[in-house]
């Protein structure tokens, strides 16, 4: 960055690139990990702005990185509570005595409405891709989706989800959350026995409908489809295994040869 010339064209496009960077972290915890990269992300803003001289009030910077780049899941609904929380407190960190006035003139003091970039559910189970059916009933399922597909299925959660981003006034935000919330509920509901089919296919058959909805799916195309209306996430972060993976040669060995198992 610091080589880039200082020309406003190129540096404008390169945040707008930077506006569009979706960052996943599919088991954030309380978000240490996902504040790590919020970090990142603004001291590359700060970088690229500082290259045409220009210094933004930094509390702004973060808040549109947590809204804009940031998400997340976990299965443990307080860990996500508190993701949300040191995201919060990571944007009010910045938050300067003499422009508070100037912020809430201008309404840029609320804090980013992040229900919907950091949520409750299990990775591991549900969709990635849409659940489809053959002519023959066969269930199977599109690994790759287009943005125009996605927007064409789910425009009216993304249209609730966007207007609750936006909205200024608290009251117009809940609003907004709790209708979006109410239509990706019908929608999860209509993939649960899509899921348990897939259950019973892999040879786990005493397993009820029921059940897969206890193990709260979290289906990515759904649950994110404002972001896969756009193209879908750019980076996925995690926490690498706790435990080293070692080969062990008598284990490996005894599959292939008599010695090994006697």
């Not at 404008?12 to 690139?17: M, N, Q």
């Not at 006034?169 to 907004?176: F, M, T």
């Not at 193990?215 to 690498?240: K, R």
């Amino acid at each position: 960055i610091e080589e880039l010339p200082g020309r406003w064209s190129t540096i404008s496009a390169l945040l707008a690139e930077v506006d569009e960077l979706r960052v996943a972290d599919p088991a954030c915890g309380s978000g240490h990990f996902l504040t790590s990269v919020l970090e990142e992300i603004v001291n590359i803003r700060k970088a690229l702005y500082a290259r045409s001289e220009s210094y933004p009030d930094e509390y702004k910077l973060k808040k549109t990185t947590v809204l804009n780049n940031i998400y997340g899941v976990d299965l443990m609904g307080p860990a996500v509570e508190i993701a949300k929380l040191r995201c919060w407190l990571s944007v009010i960190s910045e938050l300067e005595t003499e422009n508070v006035d100037d912020l809430a003139d201008s309404d840029d003091l609320a804090l980013p409405n992040v229900a919907f970039n950091l949520r409750e559910g299990n990775s591991l189970i549900g969709y990635t891709g849409f659940p489809e059916t053959t002519e023959n009933g066969e269930q199977y399922q599109i690994g790759s989706f287009s943005e125009d597909s996605v927007r064409d299925r789910y425009e009216d959660i993304i249209d609730e989800i966007e207007k609750h981003e936006q909205a200024l006034e608290s009251e117009e935000a809940e609003k907004h959350r709790k209708r979006a919330n109410e239509k990706l509920r019908t929608a999860r509901e209509e993939l649960i026995e899509d899921i348990h089919g897939d259950f019973v296919d892999a040879g786990i058959e005493d397993i009820t409908p029921e059940t897969v909805e206890d193990m709260e799916p979290f289906n990515w195309v759904l649950e994110f489809a404002e972001v896969y209306a756009d193209g879908g996430f750019d980076v996925v972060v995690g926490n690498p295994p706790w435990d080293v993976v070692a080969p062990n040669r008598e284990d490996y060995f005894s599959k292939y040869d008599k010695t090994f198992r006697t």
